[in-house]
């Protein structure tokens, strides 16, 4: 009753060499990625789905139609990455999609969907507060 417009959102963040990083025994290929997706759309079609850069611009591409909501783009993994500063850091982790935010928007037009840059305003949503009738 308190909380009836939350929503939950869930990213696929997969582990990527990095240094200093210990060997991963596991890794998670395309294929069980997909499965994932589709599996994560089926059980609720209102989940947000979340892809970052960490994934190739190809396989991004083709998984943006089974339902994903959110993507990254121009992303920085350096620590203080986005701060003006000259001086180079190791990054977190390797980044596959390297496409601006504005390609990014090019290429998800181009699949037919509507790029929205924000979401989060009350005035998109109505009411923080709403009431609930009985």
Known sequence: KK????????SFPRLRPCAGSATIKSVMDDKQLLQLI???RLFNGEVELSL?????ATFRDNVIP??????????STQ?????KSSTKALQQFEISD???PAEMAKCVKKLGYEVVWKD???CLSGPLHAKIER
């Open 52 to 56: 970052s850069t960490r994934e190739s």
């Open 66 to 75: 089974l339902g994903i909501t959110s993507l990254s783009a121009g992303s």
């Open 79 to 83: 620590p203080g990455g986005y701060a």
């Open 98 to 100: 390297e496409r601006s």
């Open 120 to 122: 989060w305003e009350q």
């Open 38 to 40: 589709c599996a994560y």
């Open 3 to 10: 909380y009836w417009k939350s929503r939950y959102s869930i």
